[in-house]
C-alpha cells in the first residue's frame, strides 16, 4: 500500500499507512523505507525524514544500500547537505547513482559547489567509474566559475571515455567553453559534432555568440539553423532576441516576431519575456504592452520585465502601476522585482513608497542581495537622503562594483565630492575591481574638490589598468583637468585619444569655453562636424555658456535658435536658463523675463535663481521682487535668494524691506548655509569658513590677515576694511 501511494503521489496518504502499520506492531523491513522517503520528499518533509532517519539507525537498516541511497537522495535534494555528505561518507557500496546524486546537490548550492571537484577526484580513485550525468555536473560548475583549465581537462577525459558525441555531454561542454569565453573552442566542438547536434546543441552555441556579443555570428548561426532544417523552438527565440537592440534594428526584432506567430512556436514564459525586452530596449512601448496583455495568466516574471521596461522608457508613473497591479493580484514580488521598481520611486523622488518598499524587502529577507541593497541605497540617494542611502551600504555584507560606483557616483553628484572620494579609495583596498563608471566617478568628485593632483594619480591608474581608452573615463579626465585650472592638459589627453565620441568633443568643447577660450571653442565645434560628429544638446549648451561669459549675446542666441531650427533639437530648461543668463550678464534684464514668460514649460526655481542673480549685478529690484516671489514659492528653505534679495534692497537703500525678508527668514526657520573655500598646499586641502578658528595654524593665519588689513587701510582702503 505504501509503495502504492508513493508511486500514484498520494504522498500523504503513503505516510499516514506507515504509522498506522506501526500502530497496529507491524515492524518496516528495508523495502519500507525507500518508498517512505521518496513519500515524504514529495511532500518536502524534511523534518519527518530527520525523525524516520532515527528510526532506521534503531531497525539497522541505516548502511543498507537502497535505504541509505534513498536517504542520501532526499538530503541533497533539499539542500541538506551536511547529513548527505554525512550519510554518504558511512555507505560501504556506493554506485554511480549515488554520487552523482551528491554531485549534482554540491552543484545547486553555490556555497558549496567548490565541494563538486574534490568529491569528483574521490571518485576518480574509487573503483566507480564515471558517466555522462558525472561529466555533466562537473562541467556546469566549470562554466558557472569560469574555470576554463579544469573544464579543459574534463573534455580530455571525456573524449578518453569516448563519450565527446554524446548528446548531453556535448551540449554541456559547449555551453562551458561559451560561459568560460572562450568561443573558438565552443565553435570547434560544434562544428565536429554538428552531425549529430540537435536543438539544444544549436541553442547553446547561438546563446553563447550573444552573452559575449558576438552579434553577426550568432545571425549567421540562426540562418544555418534554418537552412539546416532544424526547427528552432522558444529557447532558440529567447537566446536569439537580446542582439535586435544590441544592433539597434528594430525591424529584424519585429521579423522574428513574425516568424514566431506564424510558425506556431510556444509562446511561452521566458520568450514573452525576451519580446517584452526587445521592444522596451528599442522604445517601442505600445508592442511591449501588446505582448504583455496577451499573456493568459498574470506572471511575477513578465510583471517585472514591464517595471524594468517601463523604467527604462521613463514611465515610472506606469511602472509602479504594474507593480500595485501584481500586488493586488496577490503575486509575490521577488528580489528581482524590487531591484526594478525602486529606481521608479528613486525617478520620482518617491521617499515614502520607498521606504515601504524598503520595510517589505526586509521583512522578506531581500536585503542581502547586492543588486538589490545597491538598488535601496540608490533610491534613497536621490530622494535626497544621501545618509539613509549611506547606511544601507555601510550595513551590506557583500559589494560588488556596481554597488561601490553607485555610492560613488551619487555621493559626488549630491555635494559630497570628499566623502566619494573616500569611498574610491576604500574600495580599492577591500578589493573591488574599479571599472570606467567608478574611475569617472572619482574624477568627477576630483573636479568638484579641484584636487589637481588626486586626478593626476587616477590619470596614471588609467593608464596602468588600460581604461585610457575607455571613452567616457577619457571624457571625464578632460572635464577634470579642465576644471582643475589646466587647460593644456586637457588638451592633451583630447589630442592623445586614438578615438572619439560625442561625448569626447563636448567635455574640450565646454572646457575651452568655460575658461573663456569662445574662438577655439567654436574651432573646436566646426571641427567636431567636419569629423562626422552632430552635435547635440550639451554641445549648444557649452558653445552658448562660453557666449554668454565672453559677452556675445546675439552670436550666443543664433546659436540656440539654429539648434532649434538647423539641428532640430528642442530647447531644454538648461538651454533656456543659459539663454536668460546670457542676457541677464549683459544687462538685458527685460528680455530674460520675456523669455521665462514665453519658455514653453513652467519655470523651475534654477530659470528664476539665475533672473534674480542677475537682478542682483544690475540693480534692478522691480524684477527681483517678481523673480523672489516664485523662488519663496518653489524653494522656500534656500537661504542664498533670500540673501540675494536682501543685499540688493540694502544696496538701494530700503532697509524696512530688508528687514521684512529678514523677518521672513527667521518666521519660515531658514538658516543661512556656512560658505566654505578652500585652497590646496602641498597635495594637501585646506578649508576654512567665515570667522574660523578651527584650523591649528589659524592664530599665525589671523596673524598675517591683521597686517594686511593694516597696509590696506594705510593705502586708503577705509570702506573695504569697514565692509570686512
Known amino acids: 500500500m505504501i509503495r502504492g501511494f508513493t508511486m500514484t503521489g498520494y504522498y500523504d496518504y503513503a505516510i499516514m499507512f506507515y504509522f498506522k502499520m506501526l500502530s497496529f506492531g507491524t515492524n518496516p523491513d528495508k523495502y519500507t523505507f525507500p518508498y517512505l522517503i521518496k513519500a515524504c520528499g514529495g511532500l518536502r518533509a524534511v523534518d519527518l525524514v530527520k525523525h524516520i532517519h532515527g528510526m532506521i539507525n534503531e531497525f539497522g537498516f541505516e548502511l543498507d544500500v537502497y535505504v541509505g541511497s534513498a536517504l542520501v537522495k532526499f538530503y541533497a535534494e533539499n539542500d541538506c547537505l551536511d547529513n548527505a555528505r554525512n550519510l554518504f561518507d558511512k555507505l560501504p557500496q556506493r554506485d554511480i547513482v549515488m554520487w552523482n546524486v551528491i554531485l549534482n546537490g554540491y552543484l545547486k548550492c553555490e556555497s558549496l559547489a567548490h565541494n563538486v571537484v574534490e568529491l569528483f577526484v574521490e571518485m576518480r580513485r574509487s573503483e566507480v567509474k564515471p558517466n555522462y550525468v558525472t561529466y555533466t555536473s562537473v562541467l556546469c560548475l566549470c562554466g558557472s566559475k569560469s574555470m576554463v583549465g579544469l573544464g579543459n581537462q574534463v573534455h580530455g577525459l571525456v573524449v578518453k571515455c569516448g563519450l565527446e558525441t554524446d548528446p548531453t555531454v556535448a551540449n554541456t561542454l559547449v555551453a562551458m567553453y561559451t560561459k568560460c569565453r572562450s568561443l573558438f573552442d565552443a565553435r570547434m566542438l560544434f562544428d565536429f559534432v554538428a552531425q549529430k547536434a540537435d536543438l539544444i546543441t544549436w541553442n547553446a552555441m547561438i546563446g553563447g555568440y550573444v552573452q559575449n556579443g558576438y552579434m553577426n555570428e550568432a545571425s549567421d548561426l540562426f540562418r544555418k539553423m534554418i537552412s539546416s532544417e532544424i526547427k528552432p523552438d522558444s529557447v532558440t527565440f529567447a537566446s536569439l532576441l537580446p542582439l535586435v537592440p544590441e544592433l539597434g534594428c528594430l525591424d529584424q526584432g519585429k521579423e522574428i516576431h513574425c516568424y514566431i506567430v506564424r510558425h506556431g512556436v510556444l509562446f511561452d514564459l521566458f520568450l514573452k519575456n525576451a519580446l517584452i525586452d526587445v521592444y522596451f530596449k528599442c522604445n517601442d512601448v505600445e508592442m511591449a504592452y501588446k505582448v504583455f496583455k496577451q499573456s493568459s495568466a498574470v506572471d511575477i516574471v513578465i510583471c517585472t520585465a514591464m517595471i524594468s521596461g517601463l523604467v527604462l522608457n521613463g514611465m515610472n508613473v506606469d511602472a509602479l502601476e504594474i507593480f500595485r497591479g501584481l500586488i493586488g493580484n496577490k503575486l509575490r514580488p521577488n528580489a528581482v522585482t524590487f531591484a526594478s521598481v525602486l529606481p521608479a520611486c528613486a525617478a520620482l523622488a518617491a521617499l515614502k513608497l520607498g521606504k515601504e518598499l524598503h520595510g517589505n524587502i526586509v521583512k522578506k529577507g531581500l536585503e542581502g542581495r547586492c543588486y538589490v541593497g545597491s538598488a535601496i541605497s540608490d533610491m534613497y540617494a536621490k530622494c535626497g537622503r544621501l545618509d539613509l542611502g549611506h547606511e544601507v551600504f555601510i550595513r551590506m555584507s557583500e559589494r560588488d562594483s556596481v554597488c561601490w560606483n553607485s555610492m560613488i557616483t551619487n555621493c559626488s553628484q ?252 527667521k518666521e519660515r526657520g531658514v538658516k543661512k548655509l556656512t560658505g566654505y573655500s578652500w585652497i590646496e598646499v602641498d597635495n594637501s586641502s585646506h578649508v576654512f569658513a567665515a570667522a574660523d578658528k578651527s584650523h591649528p595654524l589659524s592664530s599665525q593665519i589671523y596673524a598675517v590677515l591683521n597686517n594686511l588689513l593694516v597696509e590696506l587701510q594705510d593705502e586708503g582702503y577705509d570702506h573695504f576694511i569697514l565692509a570686512l
Open 414 to 665: 549630491n555635494g559630497k565630492p570628499e566623502v566619494a572620494m573616500d569611498l574610491f579609495l576604500r574600495m580599492g583596498l577591500e578589493g573591488a575591481k574599479y571599472d570606467c563608471v567608478s574611475i569617472s566617478a572619482a574624477l568627477s568628485a576630483c573636479a568638484d574638490l579641484s584636487d589637481l593632483n588626486r586626478g593626476k594619480e587616477i590619470h596614471s591608474l588609467m593608464i596602468r589598468r588600460g581604461f585610457n581608452f575607455d571613452l567616457f573615463a577619457t571624457s571625464a579626465l578632460i572635464d577634470t583637468y579642465a576644471k582643475c585650472g589646466d587647460l593644456d592638459l586637457a588638451s592633451r589627453v583630447f589630442d592623445n585619444m586614438e578615438s572619439r565620441n560625442e561625448v569626447s568633443w563636448n567635455s574640450i568643447i565646454a572646457a575651452y569655453g568655460n575658461h573663456g577660450e569662445l574662438n577655439t571653442c567654436v574651432e573646436l565645434f566646426r571641427a567636431m562636424e567636419d569629423e562626422g560628429f552632430r552635435p547635440d544638446g550639451v554641445t549648444f549648451l557649452a558653445v552658448m555658456s562660453a557666449c554668454g561669459h565672453a559677452g556675445r549675446v546675439e552670436e550666443g542666441k543664433s546659436y540656440f535658435n539654429s539648434m532649434i531650427q538647423d539641428y532640430g533639437f528642442c530647447a531644454r530648461m538648461e538651454h533656456y536658463a543659459c539663454l536668460i543668463d546670457m542676457f541677464g550678464r549683459a544687462g538685458r534684464l527685460e528680455e530674460a523675463f520675456r523669455v521665462i514668460e514665453t519658455m514653453p514649460f513652467t519655470p523651475d526655481a534654477g530659470i528664476w535663481g539665475t533672473l534674480l542673480g542677475s537682478c542682483r549685478i544690475h540693480g534692478n529690484v522691480e524684477l527681483a521682487e517678481v523673480a523672489s516671489e516664485h523662488l519663496f514659492r518653489l524653494d522656500p528653505q534656500n537661504s542664498g535668494y533670500y540673501v540675494l534679495l536682501s543685499n540688493l534692497h540694502a544696496d538701494s537703500g530700503t532697509w524696512t524691506r530688508v528687514n521684512q525678508i529678514r523677518g521672513m527668514m
